[in-house]
């Protein structure tokens, strides 16, 4: 098991494997837009409820008329 993947290469130039300045800069837009995508997507939700309870509100105030 301990041979299943091939030896590393000795001598790899560390800075090849760093991220730029604007790779990190591209991760966090992507970070903060599904943060805000979520928080929309909580928005539309509650909307959506508080929508039914509404109507279902509404509902049953005309039944009782």
């Given at each position: 098991m301990e041979n299943l993947?091939?030896?590393q290469p000795g001598d790899?130039?560390?800075e090849i494997s760093k991220p730029s300045a604007a790779f990190k800069k591209e991760v966090v837009k992507v970070f903060?837009?599904?943060?805000?995508?979520l928080l929309w997507y909580l928005v539309l939700l509650a909307a959506t409820v508080g929508i039914a309870f509404l109507i279902?509100?509404?509902?049953?105030?005309?039944a009782m008329r």
């Open positions: 993947y091939p030896p790899i130039n560390e903060f837009l599904c943060v805000l995508f279902g509100f509404l509902a049953v105030l005309l």
